[in-house]
C-alpha cells in the first residue's frame, strides 16, 4: 500500500540503516508515529545533534564529543602505547575488556582492494604523525584476521619499522571456550605460532 | 536454478557484512558458475564456517537453492586457504584483482568450468610466490576472455582478417590494438585511436592462451610486454565490462600513497 509521504519518508531513511530491512523499517516508523510527540522529538533532536556535537579525537582519531577524547587526555592512560584498531567498535570491544591501559587510534577502516579502499582513506597518514612525534614506544596492531585485517596490518608494520618503535599484533588462535578438534589449520597454526611458555 | 540443496566446489569471489551477523556472498563454483548467497550467522557462529567464507578461499559448499535471488549457505569447508596471500597487500591486491575480473566478466547461470579451475590454479601460484611482476595478471586476463569467448584477435588483422607478418608497411605491418575493433590492426585498414602494441607482445599472449597452466611462469616476456599488454588488455576488458575496476583503483592508490 502507499503510505502518507512523511511516513514513506521515514522509512526509506530508516531503511538505510544496517540490518534494517523495510519491513523493520516499516515497523519503526509505525512506533515512531504511534509513540508519544516527546520521544518523536527527542528522537529527532538527538540525531540531529550526533554529528554536529561528536567529532573526532585529533590524537586517536576516536569519535568523541571534547577534544582530545577523554582516554587521550587521561593521566593515567599510557600514551607512549598505542593501539592500532580498525574501526570505533573495535575500539568499544577493548575498552569494555577492562585491562588496557594505553591510548589507542582508530584507522576507521582497512585496506580494502575488493572495495577500492586505499591507504589515503583510512587514518594512516595520523598513525605516523603520532608516532614520529609522540615518543610512542610500542605500537599493537589489533586490525582482525580477515584478509584486510591481516594485510593492513603487515602494511603498517612495513610503515612503521623505520621509526624504530616496538611493533606488536594481537594473538590469534583458539577462541576461548572452544576445543582443538573443531579448529581449522590456519587457526591452529597460528595458535601453535603463538604459544607461550607455562608458568607453573 | 531448481528449488533444493547442492554441492559444488568453489572460490570466494566476494563477502559483504549484512544486517547484525549475516554475509553476502559471491562465489565461482565449479559446478554452477557464479552464484550469490547469504550467509546467516556467519560473523557470529564459529563452528560452521571459521573464515572459510573470506574473499579467496577454496572450499567446499552446500546451499540451498530456494527460487529467492540469493542462494542460503548451509556449510562450507576449506580447501585452500591461500594464506600468503592474506597477508601482504601488493599479493592480495593482485589476488582480489582476478577475483573481481572473474566476477565482472561472467553472468549467473553461465557455466565455465575451466575459469573456476583456472580461478583456484592462478590463486596458488600467487600463494607460492609467482606474478609479483604482473605478467602472470596479463596472462590471466587473456586465458578469461580465451575461456569466456571473448577473446581479441590478436594473430590477424580484426579488420581485414590478414596475417601480419612484419612488413615495414601496408597490410602485413602491426598497426596497433583497438578495443572497440576488438583486436590488432594492420597498416592498410584505418583505425582511430589505436593502442601500441609490439609483435613480441601480441605473439606472447596468443601463445599464453595455448601453454599448460602450469608452465606459464616460464614463458619470457620482452621488454615492452608489461605495459603494453597491461594497457590494452585493461583497456579492452574496460570497455567490455564498462566501467573502473575497483581493485584496479586500488593497485592505483597504493603506489601512489602519500607515504
Ligand atoms: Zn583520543
Ligand atoms: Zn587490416
Known sequence: MQYAEPIDRLIKALSRLPGVGEKSATRIALFILNSRNEYADELAASVAGLKEKVALCSGCMTFSDADPCRICANPARDAHTICVVSDFKDMVAIEGMGGYRGSYHVLHGNLAPLKGVGPDEIRIKELLGRVEADGVKEVILATGFDPEGESTSVYLARLLKPCGVKITRIASGIPVGSFVEYMDGATLGRAMEGRKEVVA | ?259
Open chain 2, 1 to 259: 536454478m531448481k528449488r533444493g540443496l547442492y554441492k559444488a566446489h568453489a572460490v570466494v569471489l566476494n563477502s559483504i557484512d549484512y544486517g547484525e551477523s549475516d554475509r553476502i556472498l559471491a562465489f565461482f563454483t565449479k559446478e554452477h558458475g557464479k552464484i550469490k548467497g547469504i550467509a546467516k550467522g556467519a560473523r557470529r557462529s564459529r563452528k560452521r564456517f571459521v573464515g572459510n567464507l573470506d574473499p579467496l578461499c577454496h572450499i567446499k559448499l552446500n546451499y540451498y537453492c530456494g527460487g529467492g535471488e540469493l542462494a542460503r549457505v548451509e556449510d562450507a569447508s576449506l580447501i585452500e586457504g591461500f594464506h600468503n596471500l592474506r597477508t601482504d597487500i601488493e599479493r592480495l591486491s593482485n589476488a582480489c584483482y582476478i577475483l573481481e575480473l572473474v566476477s565482472e566478466m561472467t553472468r549467473e547461470g553461465q557455466v565455465f568450468p575451466r575459469v573456476y579451475g583456472m580461478l583456484a590454479g592462478f590463486l596458488r601460484m600467487m600463494d607460492s610466490g609467482a606474478g609479483a611482476d604482473g605478467c602472470l595478471l596479463r596472462f590471466f586476463e587473456i586465458r578469461l576472455l580465451n575461456a569466456i569467448g571473448f577473446m581479441p584477435c590478436i594473430d590477424r588483422c580484426v579488420v581485414c582478417n590478414k596475417p601480419i607478418d612484419g612488413a615495414a608497411n601496408g597490410a602485413g605491418r602491426l598497426n596497433g590494438f583497438s578495443s572497440e575493433k576488438g583486436g590488432i590492426v594492420c597498416g592498410g585498414c584505418p583505425a582511430g585511436g589505436l593502442l601500441p602494441i609490439s609483435p613480441g607482445t601480441a605473439r606472447l599472449l596468443s601463445t599464453a592462451t595455448k601453454f599448460d597452466e602450469d608452465k606459464l611462469t616460464r614463458l619470457v616476456p620482452g621488454a615492452a610486454f608489461t605495459d603494453e599488454s597491461e594497457r590494452i588488455l585493461y583497456d579492452f576488458i574496460k570497455f567490455q565490462i564498462g566501467k573502473e575496476l575497483k581493485t584496479k583503483k586500488f593497485m592505483h592508490k597504493l603506489k601512489n600513497a602519500g607515504f
